[in-house]
């Protein structure tokens, strides 16, 4: 896996993960609220906060003909436009946003819809761009954002590996240098069963890329498992109360959760570490725990040793049990009291094989 930075941020390997918190729409139409969003993100030890830049009209049409209105699943009912209305972050809540994500110390990006988005965008100085599963098709889009030569994050839900060779193909030859792909499964919420997250290497193989989760599963559990097989950035919804509401709020962490799941995904990343064998650092006081051979009864000088005299037991101050079939049959050459570690000099001949 290779490296990317995000405003000097290292992403990739051998670094820690990025965690982001989306904050989606989950704001409820409060600047207010949107900006507690970000303070909360970064109260839980979230490295960055993503926005998504869209209005209603440059996403849909304000229209209800067929395909128009959503059958099914969290949304039933609602027409496209009324929904990312609802969803929609004002575009002149952006400075602000990312203002106080910036005096947080996190890094704040956000998904564009269209170019009009990206120019937004680029006008306050974003750091890098998100390019959102339903999106991945739009190769324009894919080339405007490359374009401006900051990293990108494409999600790579519903989509074939034709599809994201295109997508990544497309990126590249428009200029974009530094790129990561995050495994996705585009349902609300979707099923644990249906990530296999065995996909995050072979992304990152297969397109010499960062790769990484966005993770729309309930609670935790897949986003951390994702860091143990390789995934160097988490994205997961986020919310201050799934009970007061919100767009996406059904399928996003409270911050209690978001704080658990920072932890779970550094230390994950911790213990991943390399193959290795033999005693670490926190082992080393328990090596003498380990069984050896000690005298279970006293022993007068000249006995031979016998099962009934000599066993393996806890602690390893003796010899290695290993070599009981050694020791048996010899004699002591000196009287042996009950609980004494045996070691060669108390035996005679203790070099006859």
């Not at 203002?99 to 269209?114: I, K, N, Q, Y």
């Not at 761009?129 to 954002?145: C, G, H, T």
């Not at 010499?208 to 994205?235: F, K, N, P, R, Y």
């Not at 009291?337 to 045996?342: H, I, K, Q, S, V």
Request: hydrophobic content about 45%; charged content about 20%.
């Amino acid at each position: 896996m290779t490296v990317i930075s995000i405003a000097g941020r290292l992403v990739g390997s051998g670094q820690p993960p990025l965690v982001v918190a989306e904050l989606s729409g989950n704001h409820k139409g409060e600047l207010s609220r949107a900006l507690a969003l970000v303070r909360a993100a970064a109260a839980a030890g979230a490295d960055a906060v993503k926005l998504q830049t869209y209005t209603a009209d440059t996403l849909t049409l304000d229209h209800d003909g067929p395909g128009f209105r959503i059958e099914g699943g969290l949304w039933h009912g609602r027409t496209l436009h009324d929904l990312y209305r609802e969803a929609h972050t004002p575009w002149d809540w952006h400075g602000a946003l990312f203002a106080e994500g910036r005096r947080l110390g996190l890094l704040v990006f956000s998904t564009p819809f269209d170019e009009t988005a990206v120019t937004l965008l680029e006008s306050l100085g974003a750091p890098a761009y998100k390019i959102a599963s339903f999106e991945l098709v739009d190769l324009p889009l894919i080339q405007r954002v490359a374009a401006t030569g900051k990293p990108m994050i494409l999600s790579t839900g519903m989509a074939t590996l034709e599809e994201i060779g295109r997508a990544v193909a497309a990126a590249r030859a428009a200029g974009a240098r530094e790129l990561a792909l995050l495994h996705c499964v585009s349902g609300y919420p979707a099923p644990a069963a249906d990530y296999h997250l065995r996909t995050i290497p072979t992304l990152a193989g297969t397109f010499e890329v960062v790769a990484g989760l966005s993770d729309h599963t309930l609670g935790t559990a897949t986003a951390v498992a994702a860091v143990a097989l390789g995934a160097a950035i988490v994205e997961k919804h986020f919310t201050l109360s799934r009970a007061e509401g919100g767009s996406d709020a059904a399928f996003s962490l409270e911050p209690a959760e978001l704080a658990a799941l920072v932890e779970g995904c550094r230390t994950a990343w911790q213990a991943m570490g390399e193959a290795r064998f033999g005693c670490q650092p926190s082992e080393q006081a328990n090596l003498i725990f380990r069984r050896s051979l000690y005298a279970v009864a006293d022993i007068p000088v000249g006995s031979v040793l016998s099962r009934e005299s000599v066993r393996s037991i806890r602690p390893g101050f003796g010899l290695p049990p290993a070599e009981l079939p050694r020791v048996l049959g010899r004699r002591v050459r000196v009287a042996v009291a009950r609980g004494t570690p045996l070691s060669w000099d108390l035996l005679e001949d203790p070099f006859r094989e």
